[in-house]
C-alpha cells in the first residue's frame, strides 16, 4: 500500500499577529508546521510526504525539514488561492502508482498516531473517503442577516469534521479535477456521489486560528 500525505500549510495566519505565516508561528520553540510534518513523517502509515507551503517560502519549509530529519519529505511546493488549490498543486506531486491520498492541515499540529489508522481502515472496505469528527455538543441556531435567530438546527447527527482526510488516490484525482471549490476535501468527493464516512476524531486535533488557540495548543504539548 502507498499511501501519500499531502500537508497544506500554505494559510496566512492574519489572525495570529505575526508578520510570518500561520505555519511558522512559533509553538513549543520551533515553527507550528515542526510538528504535524515530524508526526506523519515518524508514521508507519504513511510512506512518502508533499508539503503545500506558503509562496515564497518553500525554501524555508524544504531547510526545516531537512532540520527535523524528516526523510520522507519527496515535494514542497507553493499554495494557491484557496485551500482546494493548494491541494490541487499538492496532489499534482504525487505520483500515478499512489493508491491513497492523506490531507492533512498543518493547522492541527497535534496529530494523534491512532487518527491516521481510523481514518486509513475505511478505505479497505469500500468507501470513498474517511474523515474524523467529534459530535456537535453546543445548541445551533441559524442567524438572519439582522441578527435575529430564524431557526434552531437540531444537533442530532451533526459533526465538526476534523483533518486528517483520506481518500483512494484515483477517485480522489476525479473529484479534484472538477472545477469548483469546497471547505474541505471530503465535500469535493461528496460532490461527485462518493461516500464518505465519518470516524472518531479528537479533541487535540484543534485548528489553530488565533493566538489563544496557539497558547492552548502549546499548553498540550
Known sequence: MSVWAILVAAGRGERLGT???????????????????RRLDESDWI??????????????????????????????????????????????EVPEDAVVVLVH?????????????????????GWDGAVPGLPVADTLKRVAPDGGVAETVSRDGLYAVQTPQAFPAASFREALAADGDASDC????????????????????????????????????
Open 186 to 221: 471530503a465535500g469535493m468527493v461528496e460532490a461527485r456521489g462518493g461516500r464518505i464516512k465519518v470516524v472518531r476524531g479528537d479533541p487535540r486535533l484543534l485548528k489553530v486560528t488565533d493566538r489563544a488557540d496557539l497558547e492552548l495548543v502549546a499548553s498540550w504539548l
Open 47 to 92: 510512506d512518502a510526504i508533499v508539503v503545500v507551503a506558503p509562496p515564497g517560502w518553500e525554501e524555508p519549509v524544504i531547510l526545516l525539514a531537512e532540520e527535523l530529519g524528516c526523510g520522507k519529505v519527496t515535494a514542497c511546493v507553493a499554495g494557491a488561492a484557496t485551500r482546494t488549490g493548494s491541494v490541487r498543486a499538492g496532489l499534482a
Open 105 to 125: 492541515d498543518a493547522a492541527r499540529p497535534l496529530l494523534p498516531a491512532d487518527v491516521l489508522e481510523r481514518v486509513l481502515a475505511p478505505l479497505s472496505e
Open 19 to 37: 508578520d510570518q505565516p500561520k505555519a511558522f508561528a512559533k509553538l513549543g520553540g520551533q515553527p507550528l508546521l515542526a510538528e504535524p510534518l
